[in-house]
């Protein structure tokens, strides 16, 4: 089978170099960790959280890569100097951001409206080969045709990869992803390309890599948040294939035969998102969380308790709405935890 990656997309507050360092210890599966953007003040610096987020002592012993928004070409130029200062090899460029804030500062999916932006990004990309470069894009502002536009242009630069989520800026993350819009643009691009978009099970993840075969992987973000083991699934998923497939082909196998053999592999997927399987690592992921946010937050109990909320906001969300009511009404760590052992010790998950 075709080498087929799994990237960690980023999600601003949610996936610093904590969680991305506990995901890989207690799961892995990725290839590739995103952080969440790197963007100037107004005073031209980054803030210092961002600067830590980023820094390589921070990112050991995971393929880390950082992602940059840039409002004009002179702010992408400096965020470019400075990863190449401190010895980053990758980047990518968020053109897919669609919040109305960072629209509104021509910044994220606003660029992908204006061609003549596009084409200095482009040509500050050619002038960089010390970065390999990637873009994260959308399908449009408005329309398909804005990204169906671009890609003629796109296609004559060295990038080292295109991440794109198969929804318009506008649609936000409602509604249906359009599978059409993707498909479109999945045909006429030459560069790797990534899948992003409502990518929250073994199932799905198979479906869009048998529709288009040609992928070089898909970008997940709030799939693993609230199923971190989401890609630990696939990976499996994908090894138990890879073995049934073999012996397939190595041995003379009668039609009956082989017809179970299928049997067994659609059995393996349908089985593959029962979440009650990783009940210990989810709660060893979330207990080795709160421990290294404890030694790393210096605000103090109510700082620790509103983080560890956070995270709920996707981590398992078929827990039942009495729990989750519990998580978020916890006046302290204490009440917090007497809720969450509790959820883990007596609840089966789904």
């Known amino acids: 089978m075709k080498d087929f990656k799994i990237n960690f997309a980023p999600l601003q507050g949610y996936t610093d170099y904590t969680y991305r360092e506990t995901h890989n210890e207690c799961f892995g599966g990725i290839n590739e960790y995103y952080s969440p953007f790197l963007r100037l003040q107004h005073n031209n610096t980054l803030r210092n959280k961002d600067i830590r987020d980023v820094a390589q002592m921070n990112n050991v012993g995971i393929n880390f890569v950082p992602q940059i928004i840039g409002g004009n070409i002179e702010e992408m130029e400096t965020l ?88 318009l800026a506008k649609a936000g993350y409602k509604g249906k992803v359009d599978m059409e819009g993707f498909t479109s643009f999945y045909n006429i691009c030459n560069h790797n390309l990534y899948y992003n978009g409502d990518l929250l099970t073994v199932k799905d993840i198979d479906a869009i890599r048998n529709r288009f075969p040609k992928l070089s992987g898909v970008m997940i973000g709030r799939g693993l948040l609230s199923d971190p083991a989401l890609a630990l699934k696939y990976r499996k998923y994908e090894s138990y294939v890879e073995t049934e497939i073999k012996f397939m082909e190595e041995e003379s196998y009668s039609r009956f035969e082989e017809e179970l053999k299928i049997k067994n592999i659609n059995d393996y997927l349908n089985n593959c998102d029962n979440k009650s399987i990783y009940k210990e690592e989810y709660f060893k992921f979330h207990n080795l969380l709160l421990e290294r946010y404890n030694s790393t937050f210096e605000g103090g109990e109510h700082q620790i308790l509103q983080k560890m909320k956070t995270i709920w906001e996707y981590f398992l969300p078929q827990t039942d709405k009495k729990t989750l009511k519990s998580i978020k009404k916890a006046k302290n760590i204490r009440i917090y935890l007497d809720v969450v052992n509790s959820l883990f010790k007596n609840s089966e998950l789904s």
């Open 80 to 167: 470019f100097n400075y990863l190449s200062k401190h010895n980053y090899k990758r980047v990518d460029i968020n053109l897919g951001c669609p919040f109305s804030m960072i629209m509104n500062s021509g910044r994220g999916s606003r660029t992908l409206a204006d061609l003549e932006k596009i084409k200095t990004i482009l040509s500050l990309i050619k002038s960089s080969p010390q970065l390999s470069v990637s873009l994260k894009m959308r399908l449009g502002l408005n329309s398909v045709e804005d990204s169906l536009v671009l890609l003629p242009y796109i296609n004559k630069v060295n990038l080292h990869s295109i991440v794109l989520h198969a929804r």
